[in-house]
């Protein structure tokens, strides 16, 4: 019995195994089939089965050497389906799966005349073309492999995510723990970041589609947050929001880094009777604008604004705060406005600072918006609550556990899927039981796409949400029906409403 039908190399160009510690074969990809026929397909296959005894050792000697990290050769000879012996360069890496380990081994074919001593091209001459394949190769393989990390990765700070603000939500303002909760939630978000970065480098798409409209003034209340628990220093917070807001496309973990940034450097600079004042604003912008450094050309924007009651930036000091490494403070690297300049002109808008000895530090943050206005009421926690029915699909258990326990825990009533296809059966038996499906873009067999277009078939009127921490919507009218991972139970929860109202 193969131990991973969705064997994650299973579409790549070169021959993959999976191996058993026994130096058993478990799976094996098409191209290994391709090149090394039958012996490779069997629910069993033997390493040894390949290995040419002209090795100088044995697959189950190779296979120690791996789990003890010792050295093992670079190229082995293996057997080709005709009978042929060809040399591969190996490139193996252990895993763990249900507690029993296992090798994937990926075997790149050697240049021509590359086998056992033979001499590869003199120094100065030009690679074969073999060898650049089999860089290129090893690339898209570092990039499967990290496609297929973030998606793990993000499946389980979900699962982190969504159980502990779910019992920080629940627990009193006072409780003994609620300090270690939320010490986890920042770094579960920061981890999320991390995979987001994962992500979006092994990404082979980078156009607009990875900016996704959402709503800033949700970011903003929930970056404030962050700053305002227990054991946080003392400010008086004050939030004025816009209440219709324009909407705005924007990387929700890069902009919130930037407001972080933004924010750190304001709680910073205060001391005592410490004030800072967020504020967003709608802005038409007619003729070209100057505002400092930041200049704006005709069109509509969402302004973000901080201001703190801080000792200000001296004159001569404004000028350089955007240098990487520049500090006024110490024992620091720099203010990280570098990097909030970068997040903010990669997302087509412009920040500016300005200040005064004695009277504070704004700084501004406009960023590309269209006239159409998203809906900013904030919910509060009784409101999060529902009746409704929901199929929530996902191929991971951890999901699915979150999700309903969230879901349920404000009275929704939950049932769940490990697949497309049980779903799908599920939905036919009684299409009119299910207000809302929630799935998984990424699943085996049959992706979230696809079931949604077969639960349309049985129900137009279908509403459906999607979860991806890699897929994206595939336009801007996916975008209200989808929430990335990883995400909070409040977002969850807050998405759901949107969706259903």
């Known amino acids: ?75 082995l000879l293996l057997k080709v389906r005709g009978g042929a012996t060809i040399p591969f360069r190996s490139h193996p890496c252990a895993v763990n799966r249900d507690g029993r380990k296992y090798f994937i081994l990926q075997l790149f074919r050697e240049p021509s005349g590359s086998a056992s001593g033979s001499p590869g091209p003199a120094k100065g001459e030009a690679q074969p073309v073999e060898a650049v394949v089999a860089q290129k190769q090893k690339l898209d393989c570092a990039l499967q492999m990290i496609r297929s990390v973030v998606l793990d990765f993000n499946n389980a700070l979900t699962s982190i995510l969504g159980h502990t603000s779910l019992m920080l939500h629940k627990m009193e303002a006072g409780h003994p723990w609620r300090n270690s909760l939320v010490e986890v939630e920042k770094s579960a978000e920061r981890a999320a970041e991390i995979a987001h970065d994962l992500a979006a480098f092994s990404r082979q798409d980078k156009d607009s589609r990875s900016l996704t409209a959402g709503n800033l003034n949700e970011l903003l209340r929930s970056t404030v947050e962050l700053f305002q628990g227990p054991g946080s220093p003392t400010v008086q917070w004050d939030l004025k929001l816009e209440s219709q807001l324009y909407a705005v496309r924007f990387d929700e973990a890069k902009m919130q880094q930037a407001i972080v940034k933004v924010l750190e450097n304001a709680v910073e600079a205060v001391g005592k009777d410490a004030r800072i004042a967020v504020r967003s604003c709608n802005l038409d912008v007619t003729e070209e604008r100057r505002d400092g450094t930041a200049t704006l050309n005709p069109g509509y924007y969402v302004s973000i604004e901080t201001w703190d ?123 009119d039981k299910f207000d809302l499906v929630i799935t998984d873009l990424v699943m085996p067999s049959m992706s979230g796409r696809e079931l949604i277009e077969q639960l349309r078939r049985l129900a137009p009127r279908v509403r459906t949400l999607c979860c991806s921490g890699y897929a994206r919507p595939a336009g801007p009218d996916e975008d209200e029906t989808y929430l990335e991972k990883p995400f909070t139970s409040q977002q969850l929860l807050r998405k759901v409403k949107q969706v259903l109202s």
């Open 1 to 75: 019995m193969k131990v991973k039908p969705d064997f994650i190399l299973e579409q790549a160009p070169w021959p993959a195994l999976l191996v058993e510690d026994t130096a058993t074969v478990r799976n094996a990809n098409q191209a290994a089939v391709r090149a090394f026929g039958s012996v490779v397909e069997g629910d069993s296959s033997l390493l040894s089965n390949l290995w040419a005894p002209e090795n100088p050792i044995n697959p189950e000697q190779f296979l120690v050497c791996l789990d003890r990290s010792a050295p093992v050769p670079d190229t």
């Open 309 to 431: 009651n801080g000792p200000g930036i001296a004159p001569d000091v404004l000028p350089r705060i955007f240098e990487p490494f520049f500090t006024t403070k110490p024992n620091r690297r720099g203010l990280g406005l570098a990097w909030v300049y970068g997040i903010v002109t990669n997302h087509g808008g412009s920040v500016t600072v300005s200040s005064q000895l004695g009277q504070g530090t704004t700084v501004r943050i406009y960023l590309p918006a269209t006239r159409r206005y998203v809906t900013d009421r904030p919910v509060k926690g009784d409101e999060l609550s529902g009746d409704q029915s929901i199929l929530l699909v996902d191929d991971e258990v951890l999901m699915l556990t979150m999700g309903q326990m969230v879901l349920s825990a404000f009275g929704y009533r939950v049932l769940t899927a490990s697949s497309a296809e049980e779903a799908l059966e599920m939905f036919s038996q009684t299409p």
